[in-house]
T-cell receptor
C-alpha cells in the first residue's frame, strides 16, 4: 500500500529557531495535510494543500505541496515552547483514506 | 471543538474480555474512521465507514469489528481483547472525500 516517509523522527531545538520537516511518498497524492498532536489529545489539522506547487501559510507555519505531488514540507518559523508536540503529514490519493507519516516529535527548549 | 466525542476516555480491561469503544459525531459527516496509535508506528487505520452500514477494513483490522447503524455513531469492538491491543484509539470524521479529518480526543485502552 501507499507509504509516507516523514523526517526527521525527532527534533530538539532552541526557542526562536526555525524548524523544517518533510514527507515523501512513493506514489502521487491529490491532497497533503499537516497535523499537530498535543500530549493526550487527538491530531489537529494545521494546513491543507490541494494543488501541486501550492504554498500555504498559517501564522508562523508554512507548508508546500511538492511539484511532483510526491512530497510536502512544513516550516515553523521562530519556534516557541507551545510548538512542542508531534507533527504528522498525511496524504490522500484516489481513495477515501488518508495515509499518515509516522510523525516528527518536536521539543523546544526555552 | 468539532462535534466528535469518544467514550470512554480511559479503560482497563482483562485479556479475553470483549470491549466496545464508541465514537459519536454531531456533524452529520459521511466518513468515519478508527485508528490506533502506538509508539514507532504512528496512526494505523483499523476500519472505516463511508455510510450507514457501509464499512471496510483498514491495514490492522484483525481482532477488531465495527458497526455503524446510524450516521452519528461508529462502534469499534474488540471481540476478545489481547495485550497487543493495548493502545490509544482515535476516531476521525470527514465530510468530503478530499478534506482533512477531524479527530476525537482518543481512548486509552490497557489490556492486562
Amino acid at each position: 500500500g501507499q507509504q509516507l516517509n516523514q523526517s526527521p523522527q525527532s527534533m530538539f531545538i532552541q526557542e526562536g529557531e526555525d524548524v523544517s520537516m518533510n514527507c515523501t511518498s512513493s506514489s502521487i497524492f491529490n491532497t497533503w495535510l499537516w497535523y499537530k498532536q498535543d500530549p493526550g489529545e487527538g491530531p489537529v489539522l494545521l494546513i491543507a494543500l490541494y494543488k501541486a506547487g501550492e504554498l500555504t501559510s498559517n501564522g508562523r507555519l508554512t507548508a508546500q505541496f511538492g511539484i511532483t505531488r510526491k512530497d510536502s514540507f512544513l516550516n515553523i518559523s521562530a519556534s516557541i515552547p507551545s510548538d512542542v508536540g508531534i507533527y504528522f503529514c498525511a496524504g490522500k490519493g484516489g481513495s477515501e483514506k488518508l495515509v499518515f507519516g509516522k510523525g516528527t516529535k518536536l521539543t523546544v527548549n526555552p | 471543538d468539532a462535534g466528535i466525542t469518544q467514550s470512554p476516555r480511559h479503560k482497563v480491561t482483562e485479556t479475553g474480555t470483549p470491549v466496545t469503544l464508541r465514537c459519536h459525531q454531531t456533524e452529520n459527516h459521511r466518513y468515519m474512521y478508527w485508528y490506533r496509535q502506538d509508539p514507532g508506528h504512528g496512526l494505523r487505520l483499523i476500519h472505516y465507514s463511508y455510510g450507514v452500514k457501509d464499512t471496510d477494513k483498514g491495514e490492522v483490522s484483525d481482532g477488531y469489528s465495527v458497526s455503524r447503524s446510524k450516521t452519528e455513531d461508529f462502534l469499534l469492538t474488540l471481540e476478545s481483547a489481547t495485550s497487543s491491543q493495548t493502545s490509544v484509539y482515535f476516531c476521525a470524521i470527514s465530510g468530503q472525500l478530499n478534506y482533512g479529518y477531524t479527530f476525537g480526543s482518543g481512548t486509552r485502552l490497557t489490556v492486562v
